[in-house]
């Protein structure tokens, strides 16, 4: 039932107003690093958009002077060197077939792209809860506790029991445990740095 309605709701078309938009924002900045998912034109359009989708996704270039800004002129940079890359792969890769080292390259740092697009969506929904908050008059560390809590907890709760019965206990196991022990210290971690990064006192200050 529940497949239904969501099939059902997927082939409406007002969805298709605000998704086509996205994915296609979405797949022109992510390097393509799957052989059965390349893309010659994706390929050649990624390396004018990387660096500066990366900026604006983690925030730098939101308020950020497109004529002072040093983070732009690092984007310009980065087209310079785009230029060369985007002819070689034009002119001298397969339509159908990439080369296996630039494949290996765009899946490295595809990696890291997917890192600035969940922390834009987990930036949506930290927001969203906030405007909740704001609306209901409930205290953030509440709704952070139990709403935010739940959702974190929902892909585990419907794929680690699908991946038993498939015979992957080890796998699931592996998923609940671990898996928020390490979204904890490696995001904590992340989110510590970059806030230190931010301040106007920099990372180390004089005593």
Do not use: H
């Amino acid at each position: 039932m529940l497949n239904k309605v969501k099939r059902s709701l997927t082939t409406l078309p007002i969805t298709k107003i605000y998704e086509y938009p996205i994915d296609l924002v979405r797949n022109y900045s992510i390097p393509c690093g799957a052989e059965e998912m390349w893309d010659r034109g994706r390929a050649a359009v990624v390396p004018f958009t990387y660096f500066p989708a990366v900026l604006y996704l983690f925030g730098y270039l939101e308020f950020a002077n497109y004529t002072t800004d040093t983070l732009w002129f690092v984007c310009y940079a980065s087209w310079a060197l785009a230029v060369p890359l985007s002819a070689w792969v034009t002119l001298r890769t397969n339509q159908s077939k990439p080369p296996p080292g630039l494949l290996t390259t765009y899946a490295i740092f595809g990696f890291f792209m997917c890192f600035a697009w969940v922390q834009l969506c987990a930036q949506m929904l930290v927001d969203i809860v906030q405007l909740y908050g704001f609306v209901t008059g409930l205290p953030k560390s509440f709704l952070f506790f139990t709403i935010m809590s739940w959702g974190n907890g929902m892909n585990d709760f419907s794929a680690d029991p699908q991946m038993t019965r498939l015979g992957f206990g080890e796998m699931a196991v592996t998923a609940a445990i671990s898996g928020p022990i390490f979204n904890s210290i490696f995001g904590n971690g992340i989110s510590q740095f970059f806030t230190l990064f931010n301040t106007k006192e920099g990372m180390f200050t004089k005593t």
